[in-house]
């Protein structure tokens, strides 16, 4: 039996930590619920019209998406409570440590374990009152102390949170329950 409930469920929802510089050249971080992967080397973002992180794509064409983790839970919340419109000193504010990305011009936060570097491919109104950029991932950072002794990410050990819009709450990620696309059933039969 089901029931209808007023509620949208999309999980999970990964927390990216959007970086760019404004017009002065100023970094802004942003939290960024509404995204996901949409090809192999692709990536939508939702922005609501009245962002600073949107003014500073349309100007620039470069962001980065960085991953929150446990550990960064803190900073990534107040990075989506505090609007860069109305203070600018927010990343100062925050105490990370902020370094230039390698192959674009956009900031990278040494504290988010895995970072990626973006390329503007398109904006567009879908939703009301909402934009969805789409870029292409042209470079992606890691931190070296999530690599393993083959040096691969070791993707187990990196606590990722999701959002959860249901509870408002943060949740990590958890541990890993089959191999994908191994089913070894009657089902293929």
């Excluded at 510089?21 to 019209?49: L, R, S």
């Excluded at 960064?72 to 990370?96: I, N, P, Q, R």
Aim: proline share 3%; hydrophobic share 40%; net charge negative.
């Amino acid at each position: 039996m089901f029931k209808s409930i007023d509620k949208t469920i999309v999980q999970p929802l990964p927390v990216f930590m959007v970086g760019t510089y404004d017009e002065n050249g100023v970094a802004d971080i942003m939290n960024a619920a509404w995204a996901a992967q949409c090809g192999p080397k692709h990536i939508t973002i939702n922005f609501a019209f009245n962002r600073q992180t949107l003014e500073n794509i349309k100007n620039n064409k470069e962001f980065t998406v960085s991953f929150a983790t446990k550990d960064t839970l803190e900073v990534a919340d107040y990075f989506g409570l505090v609007s860069a419109s109305k203070d600018t000193d927010k990343v100062k504010k925050s105490g990370v440590s902020i370094i230039k990305a390698e192959k674009i011009n956009a900031p990278v936060v040494e504290a988010f374990p895995v970072t990626l570097e973006c390329k503007l491919l398109d904006m567009q109104e879908i939703v009301p009152d909402r934009c969805t950029v789409t870029a292409e991932i042209v470079n992606t950072l890691v931190s070296e102390d999530i690599l393993d002794e083959n040096g691969d990410v070791d993707i187990a050990n990196i606590e990722f949170i999701s959002y959860d819009g249901v509870s408002k709450t943060y949740r990590v990620l958890g541990e890993a329950v089959g191999k994908a696309f191994n089913v070894n059933s009657d089902l293929l039969k």
